[in-house]
């Protein structure tokens, strides 16, 4: 299974929220590959502590491959590395994918990352972070997924760009991946003692949107972690920020 998790707002936690779920997967045993398709690389610095300085060795160095034609291209799986953990594995960004999108899109290769994927073999779940931006690599990652996760930060302008962000990927669904499910809005940064963040939740149920429980609340504990270049079961692994994850992943997996 492979899960896109998308905004196209920055700062609403996709990263984090993309590198934890994948680590508690790997917790419970599934084998799990995040790849990770933003140029800023958060997710690759959380995982791995410190990104690869050669683009070749990067989801970058994979994507010109395929600008090259090579007689005997290289598998996807040949830029994936281990992380500390067991089970889990990344295959890390780069900056030099700004420069490289152009010359993907204009070579139409917005069907080459689901083609990579469908070849590669010894995964359970597949998580990918993509940019605060419809661009060619999220499209790629929205056409290669089969679920698609929202990160919603409780922020009235958030909410505003929401029902364009849904039509976009309704659009994107009914013109190339016809399998794609939109598996939730996921509430990150969640205080559940101010006011707006309930309204803004309840603005989103009551549109019909759906809303994953539990919330994510806020914690500094996040920001330590990112720090620590440890996911948060490694951690906090008995902190409530922690057993949030926990208890939404196993969530998305039961249904």
Do not use: W
């Amino acid at each position: 299974m492979r899960r896109v998790v998308f905004n196209q707002k920055g700062g609403v936690g996709k990263s984090t929220i993309t590198a934890n779920l994948a680590a508690m997967a790997a917790a419970r045993g599934l084998e799990t590959l995040v790849l990770d398709l933003d140029a800023q690389a958060n997710a690759s610095h959380y995982l791995l502590g410190k990104v690869p300085a050669a683009a070749d060795e990067t989801i970058a160095g994979y994507f010109e491959d395929t600008l090259s034609h090579r007689i005997y291209p290289r598998e996807l799986d040949t830029v994936a590395r281990p992380t500390p953990y067991a089970g889990l594995s990344v295959i890390a960004a780069h900056p030099e994918l700004e420069y490289l999108q152009g010359r993907l899109e204009s070579r139409y290769k917005i069907y080459k990352l689901r083609q990579s994927l469908d070849a590669l073999a010894g995964y359970d779940r597949v998580y990918i972070d993509t940019p605060p931006a419809m661009n060619f690599y999220t499209r790629s990652a929205l056409i290669a997924a089969d679920r698609c996760l929202i990160p919603f930060d409780c922020d009235t302008f958030a909410r505003q760009a929401l029902d364009d962000l849904m039509q976009s990927v309704v659009e994107l669904r009914a013109d190339h991946n016809d399998g794609l499910t939109v598996e939730g809005i996921i509430i990150n940064q969640f205080q559940a003692r101010a006011r707006l963040p309930a309204e803004l939740v309840r603005s989103l149920e009551d549109a019909g949107y759906p809303v994953r429980t539990p919330y994510l609340p806020a914690s500094v504990k996040v920001r330590e972690s990112h720090e620590k270049a440890r996911p948060l079961c490694h951690h906090a692994p008995r902190h409530k920020l922690t057993g949030a994850f926990s208890a939404l992943h196993d969530t998305l997996e039961a249904q």
